[in-house]
């Protein structure tokens, strides 16, 4: 009897420990744009934090740090439990990436770049976060160039996700982006000298081109039929709380994974709830990343 009983309880420690290594064989990645640096409005902040207790991601990239720094996004991460952080710059419009695990061989890249990019390897999987021009789909063009020149200094069977805020609409979701978009987007260039978005009176898709030319897959569209916007929310570009979240519905927030980082994808969508609704104007987009195969 008393074997039997030890017999189960290894069983059960062996069970134990199989579900741990499980959990931990798997990162919860989200990536964010979050507006003028959550407005540094307590409030907001606040929702930002119930929001990353609620949803538990390992590493989160973030966009639009405006206004934080090096140590108070240190803070912030102290908040969330994230104890690895890193900001590209402390001006501008800087990004961001926090982490429960270490940041390793990190770079922050300003050179060349309309905002700004940062590097790191996080548990052996590439991490780029990003912030395109919004302004210029020829900037935006350089940019991902500039992205792509330094992947390929990856070697091709290590796991590269590349995400942020690309300013850029991708071929997939082609049927959504009718005469009402193209419309709005060529009256904002008679307006604005300064906003060249289009690439012939069209509309460019040749930027997120890039990506799939060089064999990235967007991970939203690997596991989703279904559109779903990553914009509007139901908070204006200045911060304000809107009744209806109008606006035409764009998808320009992604995470581009290579083959290998795309094999390993369980779960991607575009997260909508009581929190990211007023977060910010952007919603965050997610991904579940198996480490090994």
């Known amino acids: 009897m008393k074997n039997y009983k030890n017999t189960i309880v290894i ?22 744009n979050v507006l003028y640096g959550l407005k540094k409005d307590s409030i907001n902040i606040d929702r930002f934090v119930n929001f990353t207790k609620d949803w538990k991601p390992d590493v989160i990239a973030l966009e639009e ?4 720094t090096q140590k108070t996004l240190e803070q912030l991460g102290n908040q ?19 982490s429960k695990y270490p940041l390793v061989n990190f770079r922050k890249i300003t050179e060349n770049m309309w905002h700004s990019y940062i ?12 912030h395109f021009s919004p302004f210029s789909y020829e900037k935006r063009l350089k940019e991902v160039t500039d992205i792509l020149a330094q992947v390929n200094e990856i070697p091709d069977n290590e796991p590269i996700l590349i995400m942020g805020d690309f300013n850029s ?3 997939s979701d082609k049927d959504k982006y009718g005469k009402e978009v193209l419309n709005a987007m060529q ?15 069209a509309i460019d ?5 890039k990506l799939h030319e060089a064999g990235f897959q967007d991970t939203y569209r690997l596991l989703n039929k279904e559109f779903e916007s990553s914009v509007p929310t139901f908070k204006d570009g200045n911060g304000n709380i809107k009744q209806y979240n109008t606006g035409h519905p764009k998808r320009i927030d992604f995470i581009w994974a290579n083959s290998v980082a795309a094999s390993r994808v369980t779960k991607s969508g575009i997260i909508k709830n009581e929190y990211t609704h007023y977060i910010s104007d952007h919603y965050p987009t997610f991904i579940e990343l ?4």
């Open 205 to 209: 898709y040749s930027v997120l081109g």
């Open 11 to 32: 069983a059960i420690i062996m069970a134990v420990n199989l579900n741990v290594a499980y959990a931990q064989e798997t990162l919860k990645i989200v990536s964010y």
């Open 80 to 98: 969330i439990g994230h104890d690895y952080v890193l900001q590209s710059k402390e001006e501008g419009f800087p990004v961001a990436i926090t």
């Open 187 to 201: 009256q904002s260039e008679q307006k604005h000298d300064h906003i060249r978005n289009l690439r012939n009176g």
């Open 169 to 171: 609409l991708d071929i």
């Open 290 to 293: 198996k480490l090994s195969k």
């Open 65 to 68: 740090m405006n206004g934080y």
């Open 119 to 130: 590097y790191a390897k996080i548990k052996g999987v590439h991490f780029f976060v990003i």
